[in-house]
Nanobody
Framework: QVQLLESGGGSVQAGGSLTLSCAAS????????MGWFRQAPGKEREFVAT????????NYADSVKGRFSISRDNSKNTVYRRMNMLKPEDTAVYYC?????????????????WGQGTQVTVSS
């Protein structure tokens, strides 16, 4: 059974930083792309960042480019997301997801396993 466990969420003031982690188990982590999505209250889930199986290709939503970064450590079966210069509009539940294949992907239909989510709250 594939499990994804996010950690590192919390509350921070605008301009601050957080690093989220997602530990995976139940499948060969290095064989799959990984992604991060978020869902704010009253809004649909949206793409944030994605990494290919070896971290060689990444992509980011325009709203987080230059502020967020995604990385992965295949030896630890973990994907990370560093969030800098946080804004109140970044407040959301953040989810990590494991893709159906090797590649990075922006569309949530390309992912077949999801974590339970971790709350990030940014105050002004």
């Amino acid at each position: 059974q594939v499990q994804l466990l996010e950690s590192g969420g919390g509350s921070v003031q605008a301009g601050g930083s957080l690093t989220l982690s997602c530990a995976a188990s139940g499948r060969t982590f290095s064989s799959y792309g990984m992604g991060w999505f978020r869902q704010a209250p009253g809004k649909e889930r949206e793409f944030v960042a994605t990494s290919s199986w070896n971290g060689g290709w990444e992509n980011y939503a325009d709203s987080v480019k230059g502020r967020f970064s995604i990385s992965r450590d295949n030896s630890k079966n973990t994907v990370y997301r560093r969030m800098n210069m946080l804004k109140p509009e970044d407040t959301a539940v953040y989810y990590c997801a494991s893709a159906r294949g090797l590649d990075a992907a922006n569309d949530d239909s390309e992912y077949d396993y999801w974590g339970q989510g971790t709350q990030v709250t940014v105050s002004s």
